[in-house]
């Protein structure tokens, strides 16, 4: 803990975690107008001119910085509900993989390594065409690919910790497989999986924010800051400020997360220094 | 070796048959067609036969089988979107496009994050080293349809050096033939987040050789530093350095969608999408193949070569 605190980098990246975090929490109080809300008299207008509308507004009208904090919203809310997916699915089925081995373990490696060989982002694109976009479909979508790396990782420490002591010793004392898996060789397993969620939630919000950059992600009138990136392209040549805000906030969430993430890492487990 | 490799390439053919199972049973698995009309119909009698034309009136099964014959006869059929064209030469034409940008990224990372790595972990805890830190932060965290975007602003709009976009314009070149305007922002904005994992695994797998005891020994002995580097150092920290960045490259290759769509370039990305929006069967099938094939390729290539940096790998035993 005291690692974690002396390193400057980790807290800053811990407190900018915590500021989206408040925004995205109370986007409703902090915001001056609803995300949906467009005055057509001033489209486009440029940032610091009008007081009512200090970011100024977008392509048609709604106000920039009420978007900007709900779109932290909708990034933040991909981000964690993936990682959920992703440790919910993945734990358990690398646990068992790797604790049980034999046919099972044959079986789940056999459709990860399927499932790596497919392109990510691909499988995700096509998805999307098909079940059509929206904030739950980008989840499921997202989450439906991510479990992967969760799977491997977990199997990866079971295959590991089911050789120790302590785990023969609570066999022997004839706990079921499951208490051994969950009570007895999880809470052991845990550090480099937080350290991998960490990690998770930023890739998972890059994803998010990719796709809706793509025109296939969340739908309008729900912002998101790739959608706006993405918007921003044909009118970035005179209106900067559509592109350049919301470009800031992805980069302070990756930056946040990583920093946050590094930290963890470091502080858990000084020997992992490269991931 | 010669019967892990057969191994290898098995179980490679197994992914991509397993690929093209999954994928041809989703794509026929979901609503909508090719050739569904949108605000005009066509005759029932005129669709039914370019239905007949594509072969789509036949079982799913039997147009797997099909499709499939003719793919291992390397004739993976007629793009719908394009039907002038075969999809080998429509991918043949666009990926040279990407492939151009993929390998100029390739080099440009991998040449400017070996030597930063280098050198970060040489001068250890210097401000180049925290320089370099940084740096490989900010690359790996910015998503590169950002960084694309504020290098288009800095360097196209606000300093009017270079094109925003588009792909070997006429009036781009700088040397004709030879170096176009038009290359340096998308290599720049593409090669950001290779180049910063490359100098961050140089530099760590550097520094762990740095600290190693036949380094020491190799000291002791007297050895001048820039021996000891070339000699020892780099050599060990290699190893490591190939399982953990070989995979990029493949990545790299088959290029990227958003900075393809944020500079305007001609080349493959822009069908990932517009294959799965148009239902183009066979462009979807031979896109997937062409990715699940690149990636297996690589794995195994990177294994190998492994295997050869590192006498005390033995290959084969568990397939891990």
Do not use: C
């Amino acid at each position: 803990m005291r690692r974690f605190s002396h390193n400057r980098l980790a807290m800053f990246g811990l407190l900018l975690v915590l500021f989206f975090l408040f925004l995205a929490i109370f986007a409703d109080f902090l915001a001056p107008y609803r995300y949906d809300v467009a005055d057509f008299s001033k489209v486009l207008q440029f940032p610091f001119i009008d007081p009512s509308h200090p970011l100024g507004n977008d392509e048609v009208g709604r106000d920039f910085l009420s978007r900007l904090i709900f779109g932290a919203r909708t990034s933040l809310m991909v981000g964690l509900t993936v990682q959920v997916i992703a440790f919910g699915v993945g734990i358990p089925l690398g646990a068992y993989a790797g604790y049980r081995g034999g046919a099972f373990d044959f079986a789940v490696m056999r459709v990860v390594d399927v499932m790596t060989a497919f392109p990510a982002l691909l499988f995700a694109i096509f998805l999307i065409t098909v079940w059509g976009g929206g904030l739950e479909k980008v989840i499921l979508v997202l989450g439906l690919t991510s479990w992967i790396g969760a799977t491997r990782l977990a199997r990866a420490q079971f295959l590991t910790l089911r050789e120790k002591e302590f785990v023969g010793a609570a066999r022997a004392i004839g706990a079921t497989e499951n208490r051994v898996i969950f009570r007895h060789i999880l809470p052991n397993a845990m550090t480099p999986l937080i350290v991998a969620v960490s990690f998770g939630i930023p890739a998972a919000i890059f994803a998010e924010a990719a796709l809706s950059f793509l025109g296939i992600g969340v739908n309008d009138p729900l912002p998101s800051w790739g959608k706006m990136v993405g918007v921003s392209g044909s009118y970035i040549r005179v209106y900067w400020h559509i592109g350049l805000f919301p470009t800031i906030m992805i980069a302070l969430t990756m930056l946040g997360f990583s920093f946050l993430g590094d930290g963890l890492r470091d502080a858990l487990d000084p020997k992992l220094t490269v991931e | 070796m010669a019967r892990y490799l057969l191994g290898r390439i098995i179980s490679l053919l197994f992914v991509l048959f397993a690929v093209s199972v999954i994928t041809f049973s989703l794509m026929h698995a979901v609503p909508g067609g090719p050739f569904d009309e949108g605000k005009q119909r066509l005759p029932d009698a005129a669709k039914a036969n370019i239905l007949r034309k594509y072969g789509l009136d036949q079982p799913v099964w039997k147009q797997y089988l099909k499709y499939m014959w003719a793919a291992v006869h390397l004739d993976f059929g007629i793009p719908y979107q394009m039907p002038t064209e075969t999809v080998t030469s429509l991918i043949r034409k666009t990926w040279f496009i990407t492939f151009q940008v993929g390998i100029m990224t390739v080099v440009l990372a991998f040449g400017v994050g070996l030597i930063l790595g280098t050198i970060a972990a040489y001068r250890r805890g210097s401000w180049i080293d925290t320089a370099v830190t940084f740096m490989s932060m900010l690359g790996t965290t910015l998503p590169n349809f950002v960084v694309a975007l504020w290098l288009i602003l800095v360097f196209a709009y606000g300093l009017k050096l270079l094109p925003s976009g588009g792909w070997n314009e006429p009036n781009d070149w700088l040397i004709p033939g030879v170096f176009s305007k038009d290359w340096i922002l998308p290599v720049l904005a593409y090669a950001l987040l290779p180049m910063a994992l490359v100098a961050r695994y140089t530099r760590a797998s550097m520094v762990d050789a740095f600290n190693s005891d036949y380094v020491r020994t190799a000291r002791a002995k007297g050895l001048r530093d820039r021996t000891i580097l070339t000699r020892h150092v780099l050599k060990n920290a290699a190893i490591p350095m190939v399982t953990a960045l070989g995979p990029i490259i493949p990545d790299l290759i088959t290029g990227s969608i958003f900075i393809e769509a944020v500079f305007r370039i001609p080349g493959l990305g822009k069908y990932f999408v517009t294959s799965t929006f148009n239902r183009d069967y066979p462009m979807i099938m031979a896109l997937m193949f062409l990715i699940a094939f690149l990636w297996g390729v690589t794995y195994i290539v990177t294994d190998v070569l492994y295997a050869v940096l590192d006498p005390r790998v033995r290959l084969g035993g568990t397939m891990q």
